[in-house]
């Protein structure tokens, strides 16, 4: 029996949102957790450590929640049942190797709104078995929504949910600066905005069998003020040109991945 359920290497912005949405949903309490990180910070309760290996050779499960170029200049000895990477861009095979934990490795992609527990997570298809992929499911879960994909796809996930909310603030910060534009205060301007990106989506996830296109076209009656902006992103090819954007993501994610 290991001393701590839980352990994180790295305790930073995503081990911090993580432990906060594993103690709300009360999976684990502080006394089972740990954290390492190099300077030991204050941990609201959690043990933390500066010696990694001390910790990972006590934590049943271990959370790599460190920077990828971090991992890759540090030795960890790491006798975990199961290593869960949430690292961008480092697969579970070379993971697996450079700790001697082959076949023990889950990887996980969760995106940046995880820190307000509205994320979501895309966890890699593994050979281990139901009790270890249920705990992991569960750690997420309480900070995201989760789906499991196979691993071949995470360029592809990248360049969607964990590159998506940069994509998401993008079109945000346009839509208040046409506000701003149009003559309306910066601060309305912005709440109006985010109030109706909400607002849309949950449209969209209440309606799962209508296609996008009819929600669209719903708002946009015949020589109505909604069509005349739609036509401006139909002639500017605004589709293509985010499709463009996400394929540049999904290389830039290979190439990191295969060092090309
Ligand atoms: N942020 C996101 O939304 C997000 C989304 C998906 C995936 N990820 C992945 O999650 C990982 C963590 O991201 P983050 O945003 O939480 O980064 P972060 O806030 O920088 O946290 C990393 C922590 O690791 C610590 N650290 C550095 N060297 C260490 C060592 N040798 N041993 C133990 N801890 C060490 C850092 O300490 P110092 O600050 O003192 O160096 C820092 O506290 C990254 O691999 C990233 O790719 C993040």
Same mark, same amino acid.
């Given at each position: 029996?290991?001393?701590?359920? $839980?352990?994180?290497?790295?305790?930073?912005?995503?081990?911090?949102?993580?432990?906060?949405?594993?103690?709300?949903?009360?999976?684990?309490?502080?006394?089972?957790?740990?954290?390492?990180?190099?300077?030991?910070?204050?941990?609201?309760?959690?043990?933390?450590?500066?010696?990694?290996?001390?910790? +990972?050779?006590?934590?049943?499960? $271990?959370?790599?929640?460190?920077?990828?170029?971090?991992?890759?200049?540090?030795?960890?000895?790491?006798? +975990?049942?199961?290593?869960?990477?949430?690292? +961008?861009?480092?697969?579970?095979?070379?993971?697996?190797?450079?700790?001697?934990?082959?076949?023990?490795?889950?990887?996980?992609?969760?995106?940046?709104?995880?820190?307000?527990?509205?994320?979501?997570?895309?966890?890699?298809?593994?050979?281990?078995?139901?009790?270890?992929?249920?705990?992991?499911?569960?750690?997420?879960?309480?900070?995201?929504?989760?789906?499991?994909?196979?691993?071949?796809?995470?360029?592809?996930?990248?360049?969607?949910?964990?590159?998506?909310?940069?994509?998401?603030?993008?079109?945000?910060?346009?839509?208040?600066?046409?506000?701003?534009?149009?003559? $309306?205060?910066?601060?309305? +301007?912005?709440?109006?905005?985010?109030?109706?990106?909400?607002?849309?989506?949950?449209?969209?996830?209440?309606?799962?069998?209508?296609?996008?296109?009819?929600?669209?076209?719903?708002?946009?009656?015949?020589?109505?003020?909604?069509?005349?902006?739609?036509?401006?992103?139909?002639?500017?090819?605004?589709?293509?040109?985010?499709?463009?954007?996400?394929?540049?993501?999904?290389?830039?994610?290979?190439?990191?991945?295969?060092?090309?």
């Amino acid at each position: 029996m290991k001393k701590y359920k $839980l352990g994180f290497i790295g305790y930073g912005n995503m081990a911090k949102a993580i432990i906060g949405g594993i103690l709300k949903s009360g999976i684990l309490d502080r006394s089972q957790i740990a954290t390492a990180d190099p300077l030991c910070k204050e941990a609201d309760g959690i043990f933390c450590t500066s010696d990694s290996d001390y910790f +990972a050779g006590n934590c049943e499960y $271990l959370i790599l929640s460190i920077k990828p170029q971090v991992f890759k200049s540090i030795e960890i000895k790491c006798t +975990a049942d199961c290593v869960i990477s949430i690292m +961008a861009g480092v697969d579970s095979a070379s993971i697996g190797e450079k700790l001697g934990m082959q076949g023990k490795v889950i990887r996980v992609m969760p995106n940046t709104p995880a820190q307000i527990g509205k994320g979501a997570t895309v966890i890699a298809e593994n050979t281990l078995d139901k009790k270890h992929n249920d705990f992991c499911c569960a750690v997420f879960e309480s900070v995201s929504e989760v789906c499991v994909l196979p691993e071949e796809k995470f360029d592809a996930v990248t360049c969607v949910s964990g590159s998506g909310p940069a994509y998401a603030y993008y079109f945000a910060k346009a839509m208040i600066e046409g506000g701003v534009v149009n003559g $309306l205060d910066k601060e309305i +301007a912005k709440k109006l905005t985010l109030d109706t990106i909400i607002g849309a989506c949950e449209m969209i996830k209440a309606n799962p069998d209508v296609p996008l296109g009819l929600l669209i076209s719903n708002v946009c009656s015949k020589g109505g003020t909604t069509i005349e902006a739609v036509n401006v992103f139909e002639n500017c090819q605004m589709d293509k040109i985010v499709i463009d954007a996400m394929t540049a993501c999904r290389k830039r994610s290979e190439e990191l991945r295969t060092g090309k």
